[in-house]
């Protein structure tokens, strides 16, 4: 039961779960709003997130310090059982629907348990896998990003396969018992804390920890843009809503693809120069798609924009954790959160500004060469070649 092996599988399948788990929410969207579900407004459904983004900072944060005091197993154990608890409750809500009075800040509490449960494994998730391949830790982090993205994309698709929206119940049904089953394997496993997840007494944030933290803020608006308002932005450019629909799938794809590729691949390929340049490859795609009309052209342009921007969020994780060894929980924790730094601000502020597609795609493009400057200026005298 304690292999390695063992170990390494169902530390992976819980990043595939996390991932399930955390998009629920979204995922539901229209059965949150139907008004004969839960009738929420959708300007209550947009704030419904708002504690969800805070939760998550708060326990990217907070989870480092927390694993390194009790270690990786109680940290990840309290992690799940926010997200079971949230998903459980979620579930059970289909027995006591009382209005949308009531139901809304029932919902806010279940989407601040699942940001909260998130932050705390997925930080933990991070350096656990990285601490099982001491040679390959960017590819086992970049895996790992591969498959909680998988869980990402395949909660909505399970709303699709339910059919009736009137059976939304099923979705958290199957999530909670599937995340229960591999919990309870979980708990027999032994996760020693090691020197791994050992923060050292007294410590100053590196500054160059802090030029990853920019560049992932900067990301976090791009993806935040895409994420959020990526089929609107479609629309917008003369794609039909269907299409758009796709263009999205597509964009997400791509993320998920470049994940694996980085992760396969650059074991025994130099793969530095392609991360470093991603965002300025990214930065030409996006502005080849502000000047492109015809549909199919476009759809290939955002499959394009998710492959090249798969790698620079994990990837930045991966070669911090080799840059700074002795910080790798802390790499972890510090850029999820500026990733939901990122996301959040621009969830929330974009909403202004979603029929100026032009102005949006100008300041994507000016993040991108930022970052990519950012990572140019990261590489002097680093171990950006052990990374990638």
């Not at 509490?109 to 350096?127: D, M, R």
């Not at 923060?199 to 944030?205: G, V």
């Not at 609107?232 to 997400?252: E, H, M, T």
């Not at 959160?337 to 500004?353: C, D, E, H, K, P």
């Amino acid at each position: 039961m304690n292999s390695r092996t063992v170990k390494i599988i169902i530390v992976f399948l819980l990043a595939f779960l996390t991932g399930l788990n955390f998009v629920i929410f979204p995922a539901l969207g229209t059965a949150f709003t139907d008004p004969s579900l839960f009738g929420l407004s959708s300007s209550q459904f947009g704030n419904l997130f708002i504690p969800q983004v805070i939760c998550i900072i708060i326990s990217c944060l907070g989870a480092p310090f927390l694993v390194n005091k009790w270690g990786p197993k109680i940290v990840l154990t309290v992690g799940l059982l926010l997200m079971i608890l949230s998903t459980g409750s979620l579930w059970a809500l289909q027995y006591c629907m009382h209005g949308p009075s009531l139901l809304f800040p029932i919902l806010m509490v279940l989407v601040a348990f699942t940001g909260s449960g998130f932050g705390l494994s997925i930080t933990t998730l991070n350096p656990l896998a990285a601490s099982f391949f001491e040679n390959d830790k960017p590819s086992a982090i970049l895996i790992l990003q591969f498959l909680v993205g998988l869980g990402t994309s395949a909660s909505p698709l399970m709303m699709n396969l339910i059919g009736d929206i009137k059976n939304w119940m099923y979705v958290p049904g199957y999530i909670f018992v599937a995340v229960i089953i591999i919990f309870i394997v979980f708990l027999f496993l032994k996760l020693e804390k090691g020197t791994f997840f050992e923060l050292p007494e007294h410590f100053r944030l590196p500054a160059k920890l802090w030029i990853f933290f920019i560049a992932i803020v900067l990301y976090g608006f791009v993806e935040g843009t895409f994420g959020s308002f990526g089929a609107i932005i479609l629309i917008n450019q003369g794609v039909d809503s269907s299409k758009a629909s796709l263009g999205l799938s597509l964009f997400w794809g791509g993320i998920a693809l470049n994940r694996l590729f980085f992760g396969i691949f650059s074991r025994k390929n130099n793969l530095s120069y392609l991360f470093l340049t991603s965002p300025l490859i990214v930065a030409v795609l996006l502005f080849l798609l502000m000047k492109t009309a015809g549909a199919d052209s476009i759809l290939l342009i955002m499959f394009g924009i998710g492959f090249f921007m798969g790698s620079i969020f994990p990837g930045s994780i991966g070669w911090g954790t080799v840059e700074f060894p002795t910080l790798s929980v802390l790499v972890s924790g510090f850029l999820m959160a500026a990733n939901q730094i990122g996301t959040g601000v621009m969830t929330n502020v974009l909403g202004n500004f979603s029929d100026r597609t032009s102005t949006i795609f100008w300041f994507l493009i000016l993040c991108l060469v930022m970052i990519c400057i950012l990572l140019f200026s990261l590489k002097k005298d680093s171990k950006i070649n052990e990374a990638f």
